[in-house]
């Protein structure tokens, strides 16, 4: 049984089961009402509300691991493995024990323990994972006839709206604090490696917390709560929430056994439109997102759109930033379409584009370095559509780029997404060279990257 526990830092997740009816909000009337505050709002919605303890085992390398000279040495001093603990919280969903956290607080966890409310301990698996969105899906064992909160539809949400945050904040047991919706449609706003749209509330949200719900006076869930913004550490009334639209599509993807959480591919590059641009244009206010790159087999090229194109809409919902575009294809899903509102010369068109996945041609031939070679650890693809998404690199690059620079690759300076293009005076034309290349460059070794739009000469010795 996991009793010991570290403080996770704030960053959240939410998941999808068929959202609640939209009904008015309870306003209290009378001055016994008012005193009483949120109390049965509390009573309602706070035994849904878990605490997860995760462990996971990790090795911590040898510092001579891949050394030429003293990695043979010390062969027999590698690192043992040990223990690291993480505590957060998490939501039920169903009555069958569906349960949705963070990613970070259960990603490559080898034992999940969660408690309930009312002190009942159940483990838990991991159905569905995803560290972009920072959301997972567990599954309680001998769970039946639980406590679970109803989703709502996030798209119904306003700012100005009272909400509930609710958690387990520093591992002091359960905590409910209260707050507004301070906005909506934030984005890259998250901490950690996740990506996306979220739900801004000044509701005090604290190490602990995540994983948590943020419940509107229904008791539904508007959310769930993923990061704050913060320079001391604690909340300084800045969270942010996961949708619980997006949410949804999670849910129904580890229903339906999905492995890996699907989001659909743009396969373009855009780019907010400015009042220079819009002004440019002729378009009026700046509003929405500029095609400025074009995959062929893009859903968007499919659909007729080209490059200049600006979209306006997806499914109703205005789009002013990528981030914003994405989200709206992730809640509508590959294997749907999309209702897509652009201007051309001004004018406005609208088609449907089908939603599907990045392609993953040419191969992605991927490499890890092992303890032998120079820099173990290392990951490399060859860059197709599906590794670009993944990446979060903008579309038109063919080449050999880094997916994980490992814990050597990190102190020499690479990074996640970096281009390799020659290693010592050899171009680097395929991720299986790579091992070789350096091995033949040792032991002082020239690498060079390209990262954005530069090109950056890295110099070892192996």
Do not use: C
């Amino acid at each position: 049984m996991l009793r010991t526990a570290l403080a996770a830092l704030a960053t959240l997740a939410v998941a999808s089961l068929p959202m609640a009816p939209l009904h008015a909000q309870h306003v209290p009337q009378s001055q016994a009402e008012i005193s009483r505050g949120f109390v049965p709002l509390v009573k309602q919605a706070t035994p849904a509300v878990v605490n997860i303890y995760a462990r996971r085992v990790v090795e911590s390398r040898s510092p001579f691991a891949g050394d030429p000279l003293f990695g043979s040495i010390f062969r027999d001093f590698a690192a043992r493995p040990r223990v690291q603990n993480s505590l957060g919280s998490g939501v039920i969903l169903s009555d069958d024990g569906i349960v949705v956290s963070n990613y970070h607080v259960v990603g490559q966890a080898t034992e999940i323990r969660v408690v309930l409310n009312n002190g009942a301990e159940h483990d838990a698996s991991v159905l569905l994972a995803d560290e972009e969105s920072d959301l997972a899906i567990l599954q309680l064992d001998d769970a039946a006839g639980m406590p679970h909160l109803p989703l709502r539809d996030s798209d119904t949400v306003e700012v100005g709206e009272l909400v509930l945050a609710i958690g387990n904040p520093f591992g002091v047991g359960q905590t409910v604090s209260s707050g507004i919706v301070s906005g909506l449609a934030r984005s890259g706003v998250a901490t950690g490696n996740a990506r996306g749209y979220f739900i801004q509330t000044d509701a005090p949200i604290n190490p602990g917390n995540s994983g948590g719900a943020l419940v509107d006076t229904s008791g539904r869930l508007i959310g769930v709560n993923t990061s704050i913004m913060t320079r001391s550490g604690g909340s300084n009334g800045v969270g942010f929430a996961i949708p619980a639209a997006l949410v949804a599509q999670f849910v129904e993807q580890a229903r339906a056994g999905n492995d890996r959480f699907e989001r659909p591919w743009a396969g373009m590059t855009g780019q907010p439109v400015t009042s220079d641009i819009s002004e440019s244009l002729g378009l009026g206010l700046p509003n929405g997102v500029l095609i400025a790159a074009l995959h062929p087999a893009s859903p968007f090229a499919q659909a007729g759109l080209q490059v200049g194109d600006v979209i306006i809409e997806v499914d109703g919902h205005p789009v002013n930033t990528p981030p914003e575009m994405l989200f709206r294809m992730s809640v509508r899903g590959p294997g749907h379409p999309a209702d897509v509102l652009f201007l051309r010369q001004g004018m406005q068109h609208r088609v449907r584009a089908m939603m599907i996945m990045a392609p993953e041609t040419p191969p992605r031939d991927s490499v890890t370095l092992t303890e032998r070679d120079v820099l173990p650890g290392l990951s490399a693809s060859r860059i197709n559509p599906a590794v670009e998404t993944e990446l979060g690199r903008t579309y038109g690059e063919d080449g050999v780029v880094v997916t994980d620079p490992g814990p050597y690759g990190a102190r020499i300076g690479l990074r996640a997404g970096d281009m390799l293009l020659a290693i010592g005076d050899r171009a680097v034309t395929a991720p299986a060279e790579i091992g070789a290349l350096l091995l033949r460059a040792a032991p002082r070794i020239t690498m060079l990257i390209k990262r954005g739009g530069s090109r950056i000469s890295l110099r070892f010795r192996a």
